[in-house]
């Protein structure tokens, strides 16, 4: 593979991270309801068990989300309404950058699985919180070391 070569990532694998699950809430004003990457790694390709604190920590400080849903004022003025200039950074579908200690953060249980598996991570973040908007496999990016 080329090194500008854009990685294929499936739509089952899209899935797998990123499950339909209903939030249970919807951005207000001018905030960003993301889902965040699950993560369900439990042992590394190389053989090697990852311990609950090691996925804990995954969990709570992943950077990569799904835009789910824009509050009515997100990347508007808010004395006028108009759009930003820039216009708007990111829309519903795309996967984006989040601060990994901003926003507000929930778990959500993912209906019909076990209690074994690990829930959806959601948060709300402010519109000019946002990182940036990923162009390449949203799977593949190391988001914190």
Same mark, same amino acid.
């Given at each position: 593979?080329?090194?500008?070569?854009?990685?294929?990532?499936?739509?089952?694998?899209?899935?797998?991270?990123?499950?339909?699950?209903?939030?249970?809430?919807?951005?207000?004003?001018?905030?960003?309801?993301?889902?965040?990457? +699950?993560?369900? =790694?439990?042992?590394?390709?190389?053989?090697? @068990?990852? *311990?609950?604190?090691?996925?804990? /920590? #995954?969990?709570?400080?992943?950077?990569?989300?799904?835009?789910?849903?824009?509050?009515?004022?997100?990347?508007?003025?808010?004395?006028?309404?108009?759009?930003?200039?820039?216009?708007?950074?990111?829309?519903?579908?795309?996967?984006? +950058?989040?601060? =990994?200690?901003?926003?507000?953060?929930?778990? @959500?249980? *993912?209906?019909?699985?076990?209690? /074994? #598996?690990?829930?959806?991570?959601?948060?709300?973040?402010?519109?000019?919180?946002?990182?940036?908007?990923?162009?390449?496999?949203?799977?593949?990016?190391?988001?914190?070391?």
């Amino acid at each position: 593979m080329k090194m500008n070569e854009p990685v294929a990532f499936t739509d089952a694998d899209v899935r797998e991270a990123f499950p339909a699950v209903d939030p249970g809430a919807k951005p207000l004003g001018a905030r960003v309801l993301v889902q965040l990457r +699950r993560t369900k =790694k439990k042992v590394t390709s190389a053989g090697i @068990v990852l *311990v609950e604190e090691t996925r804990e /920590t #995954e969990k709570w400080q992943n950077m990569v989300g799904k835009v789910i849903e824009l509050g009515p004022l997100a990347f508007r003025k808010r004395d006028t309404m108009e759009p930003w200039v820039e216009g708007t950074w990111c829309e519903v579908g795309d996967y984006i +950058r989040v601060p =990994k200690w901003g926003g507000d953060r929930w778990e @959500v249980k *993912v209906p019909n699985e076990d209690d /074994t #598996e690990d829930p959806v991570l959601f948060m709300v973040l402010n519109d000019h919180e946002v990182i940036a908007k990923i162009t390449g496999n949203p799977l593949e990016m190391k988001a914190f070391l």
